[in-house]
């Protein structure tokens, strides 16, 4: 995920190639209704008690204005699909039509990073054991699945069920979908293990003056992993040029901005000192 600015606040519209998400409004209730009226869907919805009509989503419209619940729902085609919400309990679904393409998937990937884009609690959802594509999709972008089982009660189905819980931390989410940031020709990304090849020669490279000790080549795995950026704007980040070349890396220190700052060669500084310099500004202000 590219970013080119400072943290902002959940986005009220979030485009995901031919997805929308946006705020719910009134026009939407009817398609709602509809879904959540929908056996195939109602049961793995705890809250969806039968029948489902406009005054139940109406209820909904009223949560979504809230702006902490992060409700909004799916658009395609001028057509909604489905609905999601982020926060305090995460819940979504998609209309039978929009099933199985993988496109909830896709969505929640773009809506948990902007949720994360800004400081925010843990994401948890609780599904039915029985539910397997949904538990497909928690698993496969990264959710911890609760030991302990607990039961929730249905309304569709008038019992309780066997479920758990699935959890992902903002450290989780840093770790698995590292954040990318450009600007021009230059590319920020935190460092990995396999960049300790590339991060060696910065030790004999040309250093700037604010210059925290760099490791032995010997010791720079347990440096990537000390630095390891565990959230948005610090960390250790390696540099790439236009080209994918590692030509820098910078170190980001909580409340003290850049603390390290080397390159390559002089060449490489003497071409992108500046860019790097606003590239980290960037960055920092994510912090």
Partial sequence: MERSGAMVPFPDRLDVGDVSLRRMRAGDLPAIAR???????ARWMAAARQPFGLAEAGEILALSQEPA???RVLERGGEVIGCLRLAPEMW?????VAQGGGIMSTVLRAAISAHFAEPSP???GCCRDDNVASQGVLVGLGFSRAPARRRMFFEAEGRSQ??????????????LCPPVVSLGGLTARPALQKDAPRLAPMRVGLVD?????????????AFIETHRSRAPGRGLFVLEDAHRRVIGAALIGEGEGVRSLRFLSEVDAGRHRGEAEELLGILGQQG
């Avoid at 979504?92 to 039978?96: E, H, P, R, T």
């Avoid at 925290?212 to 795995?221: F, I, M, R």
């Fill in 209 to 221: 003056a604010r210059d925290a000790p760099w490791p032995e080549p010997q010791d720079l795995g």
């Fill in 92 to 96: 979504f679904w998609l209309d039978v």
């Fill in 122 to 124: 843990p994401l948890i």
């Fill in 35 to 41: 879904q959540l009226g929908t056996p195939e869907i």
């Fill in 162 to 175: 066997p479920c758990h819980d699935y959890a992902m931390t903002p450290e989780q989410w840093q770790f």
């Fill in 69 to 71: 619940q992060r409700i």
